[in-house]
């Protein structure tokens, strides 16, 4: 039997706090297929963040000539600061037969599922927002002032949910894994995807 398999487009969207890298990180250490688009952001780096790893950190005038270049899959501005996956990155990895994962915000995965309609979506939700509220401040990362921006605006982005292919519920973190890997590897085998020749 001949085999082949078109690449996909990722979409893993979820409040902030809610374990959509530590999800996709596990993703892409247990399936080869896959691999992750490091987007770009005009925000500070994180302790511990690493440019052109967890994302390409630059300028609000860099960013604004990307856009002004139509280099973007989607951009969008959340929580005060400036993100996009460049087009460039989705490109060159989904051409080496590569699933390409994206970690993005409802806003720009509206983009994308415009712009890519046959792009998987997954939208993972928190159990509650008082466990929300403590992962935000448990993994000490930002400060107050932007802890309480990023609950005020999961509200908005959990009206959303009803937008994407899938939900998951992330309360248990194996169960969430095992449940987003499982809609990965269903969505692999769709037809429209998946093409073995029977000789």
């Not at 890298?21 to 992750?36: A, E, K, V, W």
């Not at 921006?149 to 899938?166: D, F, H, K, P």
Request: include cysteine.
């Amino acid at each position: 039997m001949r085999e082949e398999r078109k690449s996909m487009l990722i979409v893993i969207s979820g409040p902030s706090g809610v374990g959509k890298g530590t999800i996709y990180n596990r993703l892409l250490d247990q399936d080869p297929s896959l691999t992750f688009s490091v987007s770009v952001t005009t925000r500070a780096p994180r302790p511990g963040e690493i440019d052109g790893v967890d994302y390409f950190f630059i300028s609000d005038a860099e960013y604004e000539e990307l856009v002004r270049k139509d280099a973007f899959v989607e951009h969008a501005t959340v929580h005060g600061h400036s993100y996009g996956t460049l087009k460039t990155q989705v490109e060159e990895k989904m051409a080496k037969g590569l699933s390409v994962v994206l970690d993005i915000d409802p806003q720009g995965a509206k983009n994308v599922m415009k712009a890519c309609p046959d792009c998987v979506s997954i939208f993972l939700l928190p159990p509650s927002y008082e466990k929300l509220r403590q992962r935000l401040y448990g993994r000490n990362t930002d400060d107050p002032k932007e802890i309480e921006r990023r609950l005020s605006n999961a509200r908005g982005e959990i009206e959303q949910v009803g937008m994407y292919q899938y939900t998951v519920v992330n309360d248990d973190l194996d169960l969430a894994y095992e449940q987003v890997a499982a809609i990965i590897t269903a969505e692999k085998q769709r037809t429209t995807r998946y093409f073995p020749v029977v000789e």
